[in-house]
């Protein structure tokens, strides 16, 4: 897929990689437990959303059957991409900006929100998915980030506490491992 498309379905279709440096950005400019905390999220809404389709077993889009069968349902972009939104809204709301963070970093939602949906468009409209698998993504984005944002916010089972004090840069290299893996 590529030839032909517009240059900004083009860019959406590389979201997993341009998302993967923005976020690995942040936390090597921040070094911040918070930052580190939302990654390992991600990557376990990531993951869950990866078990799913192989328990749901739900093919693809028919046009996609000239490759090895994979399985679409839920979206794991959109689950990834949705937990990014939701998490990232929920801190502008509730937490103070990170001191390393311009001010305006409160507004990051303004960009975050529209660019998650142009992101779950594009999979549809590239052929990857249908409307029900990026509707099942993103509401398992959504729950995945609400519980994921309540445990840090409440400290449950001391979870702030304990990411406080590792090792940022450990966390970061565990979890682009994981990425690449798979």
Known sequence: MGAGLPLWL??????????????????????????????????????????TKKAIRQERPSHCSGRK???????????????????ITCACLELPVHPTFPRFAMFAPVVVLPWTWMIAMSRVRLGYH???????????GACCASFWFQLWVKDVASVKTTASSVNVEFTFLSLISLFWVN
């Open 10 to 51: 083009k860019f959406l279709d590389e979201t997993s990689k341009v998302v993967t440096v923005l976020i690995a950005a942040a936390l090597l400019y921040t070094r911040s437990a918070g930052v580190a905390y939302l990654v390992t999220g991600a990557v376990l809404c990531s993951k869950l959303a990866k078990v």
């Open 130 to 140: 249908t409307w029900p698998q990026i509707a099942a993504g993103t509401l398992l």
């Open 69 to 87: 069968v994979t399985y679409g349902m839920p979206s794991s972009h959109a689950s990834t991409c949705t937990f990014f939104a939701v998490y």
